[in-house]
């Protein structure tokens, strides 16, 4: 299963950015979005159930981010709005076997390479 990330950059507070990620996969899969920051350890940011009939969000972006399907069934989105320089930091595409939606990174068995969201204040 191959995992690709896109659409980071260098965007100021406030503004937003949408990254994507493509993943061929069959169903009864959870999709996931980690970030990791220098120093810091990998952590959850937004999930969903690969029929979107759920998601879930770390209480640091509820409001602000939001988890989508593509039009594309292979497409994951992460809308990213009101971003702010706590955002900055290395995101990462995950899929893992599975209807719910692990928040841990040992819950996932593919991983993207990542891509870098950089928020200037």
């Known amino acids: 299963v191959e995992v690709v990330e896109t659409g980071g950059g260098l965007v100021q507070a406030g503004e937003s950015l949408r990254l994507s990620c493509v993943v061929h996969?069959?169903?009864?899969?959870?999709i996931a979005w980690f970030r990791q920051a220098p120093g810091k350890e990998r952590e959850f940011v937004a999930g969903i159930r690969w029929d979107g009939a759920s998601t879930s969000y770390a209480d640091s972006v509820q409001g602000r981010f939001t988890v989508s399907r593509g039009d594309d069934k292979n497409i994951i989105h992460l809308q990213m709005n009101n971003l702010k320089p706590e955002d900055t930091a290395e995101y990462f595409c995950?899929?893992?076997?599975?209807?719910?939606?692990?928040?841990?990174?040992?819950?996932?068995?593919?991983w993207g390479r990542g891509t870098q969201v950089t928020v200037s204040s």
């Open positions: 995950a899929a893992a076997w599975t209807a719910i939606i692990p928040t841990a990174p040992v819950g996932y068995d593919y």
């Open positions: 996969t069959g169903s009864n899969v959870a």
